[in-house]
């Protein structure tokens, strides 16, 4: 049934600072921004509390930049900002291909890249881009602030070491070298929910990750050293199964997950060739 609205409460801070203040007080206040989410949580009945924090009216967490040749998106940029914008082009490219496939575009003009983060579905589009490139997750408290790898933010389903009192205030990517490559597979070709999603960057060292065949977004670490190590693509795709953990669902079988991981990552392979 349809969460009652008259039963929610809505605070409406008017800096980050007071933001933060608020949350320090109270940290059961959930932050919320586009929303995107949490409507259709609102709607099945399935909201996962009563009160919110609004943060939708901070644009100073909207910013994107580069400070000492480290791209920093603010958490409130939205899909649509990321694709259209100039630096993250010419930075991240695959980034803003993920942004592009994430819903339509109403969708990508609310979705925002912490609430993509703070949700943390493994079938999260710009999850993977952002396990391949290093990202860090930028959390600030009242108190503090702190990074933390995207690839040790997550500690299950769902669940991350953000704590109750702290806010996702941006995301850095440090410069990024060898060529970049993304890919969804759903079930049409334009909003739908990943299968599976794969990003990576062909260097040196190779980088790859991948979504909605585990709890989290994973970093194929087998994968990578077999790659890094001059051995063929054939033995880095039977190294899969050490690194992935499809699950059987309403959208997909385990087996089929599996098959298209490793199909994914030859294309990959293919397409970055030098």
């Known amino acids: 049934m349809r969460t009652a609205v008259s039963t929610l409460e ?53 910013r994107i930049s580069v400070r000492a040749d480290v791209l920093s998106i603010g958490a409130l940029a939205t899909f649509a900002g990321i694709a259209g914008s100039r630096v993250v082009r010419a930075r991240v490219p695959m980034l803003c291909s993920a942004a592009l496939q994430i819903g339509g575009v109403q969708i990508q003009n609310r979705a925002t890249i912490g609430g ?19 990202a860090q997750v930028v959390l600030k408290s009242r108190h503090e602030e ?27 990517i440090a410069a990024i070298e060898g060529r970049q490559w993304f890919r969804k597979v759903g079930t049409r070709a334009a909003q739908a929910i990943s299968k599976v999603v794969m990003a990576g960057v062909r260097a040196e060292l190779p980088r790859l990750a991948i979504g909605s065949v585990g709890p989290t977004v994973l970093r194929l670490g087998h994968v990578e050293e077999a790659l890094a190590a001059g051995r063929s693509i054939d033995e880095a795709v039977a190294l899969l199964e050490h690194d992935i953990r499809p699950i059987e669902d309403l959208r997909s079988s385990a087996i089929y997950r599996a098959s298209v991981a490793g199909n994914l990552l030859r294309r990959f392979w293919q397409d970055t060739a030098p």
């Open 146 to 172: 702190r990074r933390v790898p995207l690839s040790e933010y997550y500690t299950g389903y769902r669940a991350s070491v953000r704590q109750p009192d702290e806010l996702i205030i941006a995301v850095e």
């Open 10 to 62: 809505l605070s409406e801070p008017g800096s980050l600072r007071e933001a933060l203040v608020m949350l320090d007080e109270d940290p059961e206040l959930i932050p919320l921004a586009g929303a995107t989410d949490l409507f259709v949580a609102l709607n099945d009945g399935t909201l996962p509390g009563r009160r919110f924090l609004n943060l939708w009216s901070l644009g100073a967490l909207r």
């Open 116 to 134: 993509n983060i703070a949700n943390g579905s493994p079938a999260g589009d710009s999850l993977p881009v952002l396990a391949a490139v290093d």
